[in-house]
């Protein structure tokens, strides 16, 4: 597509329910990226896919959070009961193999557990 | 590992005017990348500059340029003629040439343009 498209662009859930957030990514990047924006704060990273290499799991705040990418396309970020906390804008960006030239973002993913 | 730092966390200007917000960054990297991307309220992230440090030329993208200074280890970014569609949080961002790893963001500078 033309650009990173999010899905849904805004969530309410309740405390302890699980949720799917979906990324589509620029067709032709091998790369993906989740951040967490909590409010009024910088990004912090949680996982990046390249290519069918390892993910990067590094960023990820506990074991309650997963993604996949499946077919080196679709990306889902996966948060199990949810917490308060996990409140936050949810972003996904992608970018040709390494990077240099800039990510494209979607437009996020407003998280709220209720 | 790399780190970013934006020491400004707010900032106004009247519009017309000049701003620079500032942005260092530590690394033992020589070859990288840095970025200045800009957030309006509608929280799409937009890149607005992009500096390879090994040009020492400083990019420039219309109202916008950047000192980039290596030994400094310093990024900053000058909007010219400051219009309200500026305003918005401004995030400084960094990322090696080899690729492996995420780029790395400041936590923003929030800057307002007055009328």
């Known amino acids: 597509g033309a650009g990173v498209s999010q899905s849904p662009s805004n969530k309410v859930t309740e405390k302890g329910k699980d949720v799917e957030l979906r990324c589509d990514p620029i067709?032709?990047?091998?790369?993906l990226y989740w951040y967490r924006q909590s409010l009024g704060q910088g990004l912090e990273f949680l996982i990046y896919?390249?290519?069918?290499?390892?993910?990067?799991k590094s960023g990820l705040p506990s074991d309650r959070f997963s993604a996949e990418r499946t077919g080196g396309s679709v990306s889902t970020l996966t948060i199990q009961r949810t917490q308060q906390e996990d409140s936050a804008v949810y972003l996904c960006?992608?970018?040709?193999?390494?990077?240099?030239?800039?990510?494209?973002f979607g437009s996020g993913t407003r998280l709220t557990v209720v | 590992a790399q780190t970013v730092t934006q020491s400004q966390p707010e900032m106004s200007v009247q519009e017309a005017e000049t701003v620079t917000l500032s942005c260092t960054y530590d690394?033992?990297?020589?070859?990288?990348?840095l970025f200045w991307y800009k957030q309006p309220p509608s929280r799409q992230m937009i890149l607005v500059i992009r500096?390879?440090?090994?040009?020492?030329q400083n990019a420039t993208e219309n109202r916008f340029s950047v000192n980039f200074q290596k030994a400094a280890k310093s990024f900053s970014l000058k909007i010219s003629d400051s219009q309200l569609g500026d305003t918005a949080m401004y995030f400084c961002a960094f990322i090696p040439n080899s690729g492996n790893t995420p780029l790395v963001f400041g936590k923003g500078t929030r800057l307002s343009v007055i009328a």
């Open positions: 896919f390249q290519g069918n290499s390892a993910p990067d």
């Open positions: 067709s032709g990047h091998t790369a």
């Open positions: 500096q390879e440090a090994y040009k020492q």
């Open positions: 690394t033992s990297e020589s070859n990288y990348y």
């Open positions: 960006a992608s970018s040709y193999v390494s990077g240099g030239y800039g990510y494209t």
